[in-house]
């Protein structure tokens, strides 16, 4: 038998459970991932003749030194496995700028505009052209696949927000941005939170400069939610931070199939979290 090695709580004749909580950081736990049966993209099982590997997030957005130390690679059907290199470029070249390598001259698939105040200075500069939630919600697939062991299917409610304020380009030319959701600000804090209890099933991977952590949580209604983080390098330094509230990528969705059995629930506590309150790697007062 085991000795206890720490003090449980309640009475001394309350059932203990061992548990631990899903996390994939160390070589091995990364490399089960690749023998997953299915497909991680559509969910389907997966015959040995027809698997590809892919890596999530992409491995080329990742500096020459990050590649190998880590990477999470999943199993996937070849033709699940197309149709964003564009999306990939895109976010490869924004996640390049900040572990510090700019695109090249004539080969960037940036496109910045700038808004101008009345002496003709730009005042909010901002990325357009490119909606990069549809490859976040790929990654994000991929993350519940390794942590859980299952697809994800979303069944109801899913959002992402990403690192940097988001707005739209008006036909006038005018941009509109968008309001800060108060879900937003609620995830950020039951991140920060579960993170100071160490209730965090995570995912690291690339050299730790990709690190997904999440946290399972029901609604007023009843209904099972994941809330997540995503951080690749420190991007949400990219943002405009002057003119906005500081802000990271988090999100909630889901799934189908309610809470995965091996998944790690909210903690109840309640207690203030310090720092930036859009930001879940901000935790400083
Ligand atoms: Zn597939």
Avoid at 10 to 25: F, H, K, N, V
């Amino acid at each position: 038998m085991r000795k206890a090695t720490s003090r449980c709580w309640g009475s001394e004749r309350e059932l203990c459970y061992a548990t631990t909580m899903p996390t994939i950081a160390d070589q091995r736990a990364i490399r089960e991932c690749s023998k997953l049966p299915f497909c991680y993209l559509c969910g389907n099982p997966l015959k040995r003749s027809e698997r590809t590997r892919d890596h999530v997030p992409p491995k080329a957005i990742f500096a020459e030194e990050d590649r190998g130390v880590n990477p999470l690679i999943l199993p996937a059907h070849p033709q699940c496995n197309t149709g964003q290199s564009v999306g990939d470029e895109v976010i490869g070249q924004l996640v390049a700028i900040a572990h510090g390598k700019l695109p090249k001259p004539g080969k960037t698939k940036l496109k910045f505009g700038a808004i101008v105040d009345d002496s003709g200075k730009p005042s909010h500069e901002f990325l357009t052209g490119h909606d990069l939630r549809p490859l976040i919600w790929r990654f994000i697939k991929g993350f519940h696949a390794a942590l859980y062991r299952e697809p994800l299917v979303v069944n109801g409610r899913a959002n992402v927000h990403m690192p940097f304020p988001e707005g739209k380009q008006l036909l006038n030319g005018r941009v509109e941005f968008s309001e800060v959701l108060p879900q937003q600000r609620l995830i950020t804090e039951e991140i920060k939170k579960n993170r100071l209890v160490g209730n965090l099933d995570s995912v690291r991977c690339f050299n730790d400069q990709c690190v997904y952590e999440c946290v399972w949580v029901s609604d007023d209604s009843g209904q099972t939610l994941c809330m997540f983080a995503l951080r690749l390098y420190d991007w949400e330094k990219l943002a405009d931070r002057q003119n906005f509230t500081p802000r990271g990528c988090v999100g909630l969705y889901s799934p189908a199939t309610g809470k995965p059995r091996t998944s790690t629930r909210g903690t109840s506590l309640i207690f203030p979290v310090s720092g930036e309150p859009l930001d879940p790697y901000d935790e400083d007062p």
